[in-house]
């Protein structure tokens, strides 16, 4: 993927961006475990991709997260580690929550389980005028199902 600039960055403005992309990730990471999604800080025509799927505008992105919101109601979610430069962000954030609701899943719907689960998930984010317009999230689904205590279905 080769990213273009329409115009070059001073560092300064560069460090400015950059800053303001880390506070409005961490802050919506909050909001976001909470269901607060008023705020949600994707453009309108944004695109997300992670194991479950891919979401195209802002509407789909923010149900994807209803999804989560539905399986793991008590979610918590702490940004561990971040690097960022300009408009682009990656982020590490630690998930823990009871999986006390359904998780429909791309294989079908998952009934709770009740059990603790505690994972790592990778989001890449590019960000323009100040929201996400691309980001992708890598998670070990496989370690996820286990700790839920469900096999994952054969590949077909």
């Given at each position: 993927m080769t990213l273009v600039?329409?115009?070059?960055?001073?560092?300064?403005?560069?460090?400015?961006?950059?800053?303001?992309?880390?506070?409005?990730?961490?802050?919506?990471?909050?909001e976001m475990v909470k269901g607060e999604y008023a705020h949600a800080p994707y453009a309108e025509d944004a695109e997300t991709s992670d194991p479950s799927g891919k979401y195209k505008g802002k509407a789909q992105v923010i149900q994807s997260f209803n999804v989560w919101k539905t399986a793991f109601p008590k979610a918590t979610g702490e940004v561990k580690n971040q690097i960022a430069m300009g408009d682009h962000l990656t982020s590490e954030v630690l998930f823990k929550s009871s999986h006390t609701g359904p998780l429909v899943s791309p294989t079908g719907t998952i009934p709770p389980t009740n059990k603790n689960v505690e994972f790592k998930a990778v989001i890449l984010s590019t960000f323009r005028?100040?929201?996400?317009q691309r980001e992708r999230t890598y998670y070990d689904q496989a370690d996820l199902m286990r700790q839920l205590g469900v096999a994952l279905p054969p590949k077909p």
């Open positions: 600039q329409d115009k070059p960055t001073t560092i300064q403005d560069n460090k400015a961006t950059t800053a303001a992309n880390i506070a409005t990730f961490k802050q919506w990471v909050n005028n100040g929201l996400i």
